[in-house]
């Protein structure tokens, strides 16, 4: 037992419950999906069957005999009833069944289904023959609900995690229909990333390593030929994602991400990522990786690996990543590295929690800066707020409005059905997070967001919300600086975004090193149509934005520009 596994499996045998069989926890949830509160002690029944993979893979026979107890308080827990919709999927925790989950999450069938199948290929014979039967029927329906679903490829984490269960649920089961449905599946994947130009799911630290990880799954327990061939070929697309966005310097994943966790990438990403390249992610070297990680990953292909060692990387990485027609319609990122700083953007997307639309990092002394741009409800990322972005190198022009089919906190589980939304306060920000952030108020609307070697020149311009302008103002506060342009500050009220009046906002940012000036941007606005409005900024660039006047649905939202 390697010393990663012992420390892991101390660590949840800690939290061990007896009398429920599974690991307990306080709950840290996304914030849907649930609606037990964070801090609430939970089963969780991912975590659970991590706990028994884990249990399982000591190979010791009073943790195989944990496991299986394990297993089956977790296997009681699936909707066994065909004619129900959640058939062959698990709730989230112990204490929250299906019925009371906001709503289901049928990704559960594909999380779980992928550890059944691993445990029943690699240590069915440490468990009870009936336990096996058990887990093979559950693993069947768990199959037989992701063909149902039957996600799109454009579920970029979902669609290869589903094809890599059905496939190899097919061959344990020996059901030639999954494994051909499983194949077909993750074919289809690779044909239609590559025609996108990039993952649907673009650029994302959460979920392209989930990808990586399934691939590998699959081609640890896939023995079909052609399974394990679009198994390395997926490997292979989602690490030429990595490494064309990844910046040395700071040991971070460059921007823009569709969807992201944290704004920073977590210390399991930088294990697998330092343990599979061989090089140094941050402060986090190889060798203190590998001693982190209960199973060594596949090594990252050798073409990529040049990306991860150049500190003093200068490029500028445009990539198409869903492809629409005409193609000002595609989704676009544009990603500049320039030495110890990278900034991102997408050319259009909402701004809800996972997305980072525009991020740069830069070094700052031994640890990294951060600035995004956010649109707040109450302090909370906004669904339901609609940006637009033109980007030239360390500067970018961006636009925003609203969108009427978005939700809340998230894209639409918590969407309005009367789109009225509460709020005491609506705010678009560019926040700078750094050790010693700080921000300046230059004259004409501008101000200076600054830490360590960077700053950030940030150009206001007068914006609209609700018929209403917007009052731009900065400060600081928990070791981040900002600038803001408030559209609402006051009493609780309602907004419908049905019947919202003139609302837009203009805003451009460029990087500069400390103590320059920023730069006269020259903003300029063209003749106003009388749906949208439209201005430039930096002309020898070319930085031309468009938004609507009021708030639209998203696919009509991304069909306004120039």
């Not at 289901?104 to 468990?127: K, Q, S, T, V």
């Not at 900034?343 to 700052?364: F, T």
Request: hydrophobic letters at 40%.
């Amino acid at each position: 037992m390697n010393n990663a596994l012992k420390q892991r499996l101390q660590e949840l045998d800690s939290i061990y419950d007896s009398v429920v069989c599974m690991p307990k926890q306080p709950c840290q949830s996304p914030g849907y999906h649930t609606k037990i509160a964070d801090g609430t002690p939970i089963h969780s029944t991912v975590r659970a069957l991590d706990y028994a993979l884990l249990l399982l893979k000591s190979g010791d026979a009073a943790a195989a005999t944990r496991a299986a107890d394990v297993i089956r308080a977790v296997l009681v827990l699936q909707e066994c009833d065909p004619c129900q919709a959640p058939y062959g999927i698990w709730p989230w925790f112990y204490e929250e069944p299906l019925p009371k989950m906001s709503p289901p999450d049928y990704n559960w069938a594909d999380f779980c289904g992928a550890r059944i199948a691993e445990m029943l290929i690699n240590h069915a014979a440490a468990l009870p023959a009936e336990l096996v039967t058990a887990m093979r029927a559950a693993l069947l329906r768990a199959g037989m609900a992701i063909f149902r679903r039957n996600v799109g490829p454009g579920y970029t984490n979902i669609a290869v995690m589903g094809g890599g269960v059905c496939a190899i649920a097919g061959e344990i089961l020996q059901e030639p229909f999954l494994l051909d449905y499983g194949c077909r599946r993750l074919e289809h994947f690779i044909a239609y990333t590559r025609e996108q130009g990039g993952f649907n799911e673009y650029n994302s630290p959460t979920y392209t390593i989930v990808v990586v990880d399934e691939a590998e799954r699959i081609l640890r327990l896939a023995k079909t030929d052609v399974v394990r061939a679009l198994a390395r070929g997926i490997h292979d697309i989602a690490w030429e994602a990595i490494a064309t966005h990844f910046h040395p310097a700071t040991g971070q994943w460059a921007g823009p991400h569709s969807r992201a966790y944290s704004d920073t990438i977590k210390p399991e990403t930088a294990w697998r990522i330092a343990a599979a390249t061989g090089v140094a992610v941050g402060a986090v070297t190889p060798a203190e990786a590998a001693a982190q990680l209960v199973e060594m990953p596949l090594p990252c292909p050798e073409k990529y690996r040049g990306y991860f060692q150049d500190e003093d990387r200068h490029d500028c990485v445009v990539q198409q990543y869903c492809r629409r027609e005409p193609v000002s319609r595609s989704t676009t990122g544009t990603t500049w590295f320039n030495g110890d700083v990278c900034l991102g953007s997408v050319n259009h997307d909402s701004m809800w929690v996972q997305r980072r639309p525009v991020v740069a990092y830069w070094k700052n002394g031994s640890a990294t800066a951060v600035l995004r741009l956010r649109f707040l409800h109450d302090g909370k990322d906004f669904a339901s707020a609609f940006v637009r972005t033109a980007q030239a190198e360390g500067r970018l022009l961006s636009g925003v409005t609203m969108l009427t089919d978005q939700g809340d906190y998230h894209c639409h589980l918590d969407r309005p059905a009367n789109g009225v939304f509460s709020a005491s306060d609506f705010r678009l920000r560019y926040e700078l997070q750094a050790d010693g952030a700080a921000v300046e108020e230059l004259h004409d609307e501008r101000f200076i967001l600054k830490a360590g070697p960077w700053m950030a020149g940030v150009h206001c311009h007068a914006g609209r919300f609700d018929g209403q302008d917007v009052v731009w103002e900065a400060g600081c506060e928990n070791g981040r600086a900002y600038v803001d342009a408030v559209c609402y500050h006051g009493p609780q009220r309602e907004f419908n975004f049905r019947q919202l009046g003139d609302t837009w906002l203009f805003v451009a940012m460029e990087l500069l090193h400390a103590g320059e000036f920023p730069s006269d941007l020259g903003f300029d606005a063209h003749p106003e149509e009388a749906s949208a409005v439209a201005w430039s900024a930096w002309q020898n660039y070319g930085l031309n934005v468009a938004v609507s006047r009021q708030p639209l649905p998203l696919g009509q939202a991304i069909n306004t520009g120039i």
